[in-house]
């Protein structure tokens, strides 16, 4: 199975200032239709998990633009250009190329 | 609106059987593969098994195979897991997730098992 790896795993960031996760593949997550299957995930505390981006950098619908997602082949980040109260919660990336899908561990962002 | 209800989680014992629900509103449910995701208390996501929209494929993941089983009833726009077998290791909130690339999940239902 794909091994995705993310860093930090604890992320404190001051309210207003940007923030960035680092997600690594144990291999290339370009798929042969030429489309890159990583999103990433947002779960708040006592809430389920929501997608905010798709295949690389796709934002979802009602996704604020503060969040962006870049990346290519085996190495992806997730940006957060200010960073609000309401982004408090654990962010996942997760491979969709190569099933099974397979999440990373898991980045906690809390504030200072 | 696009909504994910589980339901039929409950405390069982180790080496027992349960069935999971997932009632689908707000789109066409038999356009959607559809996943079972779950996530261990204080722990990271785990994909469990999926289907395609028309039940003809499964996929599990080696943790479950040979003891789960997924299924969907598309006439009443329903996703089901057959748990058997079950272990401690199995005790998890499990979530519904719509489509291939999850764009959608239910709030969860929990499963514990324990003695």
């Known amino acids: 199975d794909v091994v995705m790896t993310q860093s930090p795993l604890s992320l404190p960031v001051t309210l207003g200032q940007p923030a960035s996760i680092s997600c690594r593949s144990s291999?290339?997550?370009?798929?042969?239709?030429?489309?890159?299957?990583l999103n990433w995930f947002q779960q708040r505390p006592g809430q389920s998990p929501r997608r905010l981006i798709y295949k690389v950098s796709n934002r979802d619908s009602g996704v604020p633009d503060r969040f962006s997602g870049s990346g290519s082949g085996t190495d992806f980040t997730l940006k957060i250009s200010r960073v609000e109260a309401e982004d408090v919660g654990v962010y996942y990336c997760m491979q969709g190329t190569h099933w099974p899908g397979t999440f990373g561990q898991g980045t906690k962002v809390e504030i200072k | 609106e696009v909504q994910l209800v589980e339901s039929g989680g409950v405390v069982v014992q180790p080496g027992g059987s349960l069935r999971l629900s997932c009632a689908a509103s707000?789109?066409?449910?038999?356009?959607?593969?559809m996943h079972w995701v779950r996530q261990a208390p204080g722990k990271g996501l785990e994909w469990v098994s999926l289907?395609?929209?028309?039940?003809?494929?499964?996929y599990y993941a080696d943790s479950v195979k040979g003891r789960f089983t997924i299924s969907r009833d598309n006439s009443k726009n329903s996703l089901y897991l057959q748990m058997n077998s079950l272990r401690a290791e199995d005790t998890a909130l499990y979530y519904c997730?719509?489509?291939?690339?999850?764009?959608?999940w239910g709030q969860g239902t929990l499963v514990t098992v324990s003695s």
């Open positions: 289907i395609s929209w028309d039940g003809g494929s499964t």
């Open positions: 291999q290339s997550l370009v798929y042969s239709d030429g489309n890159t299957y």
């Open positions: 997730a719509r489509a291939w690339d999850f764009d959608y």
């Open positions: 707000g789109f066409t449910f038999d356009d959607y593969a």
